[in-house]
């Protein structure tokens, strides 16, 4: 289960998905905060300041990266659903320091039956306006590294593996760059005409995941 939404933790996922009847276990569920992980494990940073959210910060917590350092190497900006302008004005002054900034997904808006809300990309304008910089790396779907570091820890070789979505430009674009299976549903946001201007190409494409049961 692979969701580049870094609001919630893996326990939060979890919860969520038993409350919907599906039996899954930790190791199951993916998140752009592993791949931001992965990206600070690579970079050397444990210092960080992070623009997130209690969940968030309890994951890079809990793999030995400090969230509120008075000399962060970084300013780690989520998906942050418990924003303050406190938040807001501490990372803009580390910014301003000359602190770089990395970024868990690079989604404008997280979407809602009312709309559109703001999502990290939306922060990331925010600060741009403030300060003039724009994170260094962005973590996250369409990035091989999202999937690659999991296939790498299962053994796997990407060409044994199968990515499974709903978006083109996200889901299937990742699918691409990481050299893995793309299969395409069209019960969500993309549709059957949306394939012939697309430049990604799907390695399969079913009407929903039930079909792939069959």
């Known amino acids: 289960f692979l969701s580049k939404n870094s609001s919630r933790s893996v326990s939060q996922y979890l919860s969520k998905l038993r409350g919907l009847g599906i039996a899954a276990e ?6 752009s905060t ?10 050397g940073v444990t210092e960080t300041y992070l623009v997130g959210t209690e969940g968030m910060r309890g994951m890079l917590e809990d793999s030995g990266v400090t969230t509120n350092s008075d ?3 970084y300013v780690v900006l989520g998906y942050d659903t418990e924003i303050t ?23 404008t808006v997280c979407p809602s039956p009312d709309g559109g809300l703001p999502d990290s990309g939306a922060y990331m304008d925010l600060f741009e306006a403030a300060t003039g910089v724009r994170p260094v790396h962005v ?3 369409p ?5 690659l570091h999991k296939v790498e820890g299962l053994g796997l070789r990407p060409e044994q593996c199968a990515m499974i979505g709903d978006r083109l430009y996200t889901d299937m674009e990742m699918a691409e760059r990481a050299g893995v299976h793309g299969i395409l549903v069209l019960s969500g946001e993309a549709a059957a005409g ?20 069959h």
């Open 139 to 141: 973590c996250g779907k």
């Open 34 to 43: 592993h791949d931001l992980l992965s990206w600070l494990s690579s970079e």
């Open 71 to 73: 000399a962060p190497q």
């Open 85 to 107: 302008y406190e938040k807001l004005a501490k990372a803009t002054i580390h910014l301003h320091n000359g602190v770089l900034m990395v970024a868990s997904h690079p989604d």
């Open 143 to 147: 990035n091989a590294g999202m999937i």
């Open 26 to 31: 930790a190791d199951e569920v993916l998140l």
């Open 194 to 213: 949306d394939l012939e201007q697309a430049p990604q190409s799907p390695s399969l494409v079913v009407s929903s995941v039930d079909e792939l049961a």
